[in-house]
């Protein structure tokens, strides 16, 4: 089990890439404290991992509120001894597609705070519990709009490319304390809140679901979408001392998307 004994902390652990995150750690070893806004999507996800005899705790935190993050790491030490990985998932994104030049302030402030600051704030507070151990594991999990321009969506693109930064600075600051700090970046992958989008797309360009998405996926050399599950064993993997050497990295899990440079990502 690759990582029996270990604490993790996942954030966005109530749905999708988060969710599927939160079960492989348990089944992998961990003792998964899950966290985001919603309480009732958090239970859900503990009253799973906790039916096949693994150890969750559902903490209820809102990433903007810098009390309510650092009670989430203090609730996790207090738990459990410590902290080993974290996993920052949550993640904000405009709801409607908005170039910049009809860009609000207010949306483009909220997809930063959590986005950025959000994960920022969950890894000053991890690091705090981590350095003096000399031991631990971060994994940020940004996306292939980190990678490639996303027109229509730049604050989502922006707080992307700005999290890969952060991670390669922090592998360097946390680096002497045997300190791992890496990104994840998926494209679109297979979740029911991807998939509502693509309804409410198709119907507002006045297609089908099925002649929209086959659009999408010829952007991909697969020809698929990421299940959530693969994204969690890429996770699993650069949380694990399988990537014990690996620090710094940014790991592309987008089915061949990247490979094709399309002008925009669906």
């Not at 693994?54 to 989430?72: P, S």
Request: proline residues 3%.
């Amino acid at each position: 089990m690759r990582l029996r004994d270990k604490v993790a902390i996942v954030t966005g652990g109530g749905s999708g890439i988060g969710k599927a995150i939160a079960v492989l750690f348990a089944a992998a070893g961990a003792k998964v404290v899950v966290a985001s806004r919603t309480l009732a999507a958090l239970e859900e996800t503990v009253r799973e991992i906790r039916a096949t005899g693994a150890v969750a705790l559902a903490v209820q935190t809102d990433l903007l509120v810098e009390a309510q993050v650092r009670d989430l790491v203090q609730r996790c030490v207090e738990a459990f001894g410590g902290v080993d990985v974290l996993v920052n998932n949550s993640a904000a994104m405009i709801p409607d597609e908005v170039e910049v030049a009809d860009m609000t302030l207010e949306h483009w402030n909220k997809v930063l705070q959590v986005n950025l600051t959000g994960s920022m704030l969950c890894c000053r507070e991890v690091l705090r519990t981590m350095m003096p151990r000399r031991s631990g594991s971060i994994v940020n999990v940004s996306s292939i709009a980190g990678v490639i321009g996303n027109p229509k969506r730049s604050p989502y693109s922006a707080s992307k490319w700005a999290l890969n930064g952060l991670t390669e600075t922090l592998a360097i600051e946390a680096g002497p304390q045997n300190i791992r700090v890496n990104s994840l970046s998926p494209a679109a992958t297979r979740t029911e809140r991807f998939e509502a989008a693509v309804r409410a797309r198709a119907e507002r360009l006045g297609t089908s679901f099925d002649e929209l998405m086959s659009k999408i996926l010829s952007h991909y050399s697969m020809r698929r979408l990421a299940e959530p599950m693969e994204v969690a064993k890429a996770a699993l993997f650069l949380a694990s001392d399988d990537s014990s050497a690996i620090t710094g990295q940014n790991l592309i899990v987008s089915c061949g998307f990247h490979m094709l440079n399309p002008t925009e990502i669906r």
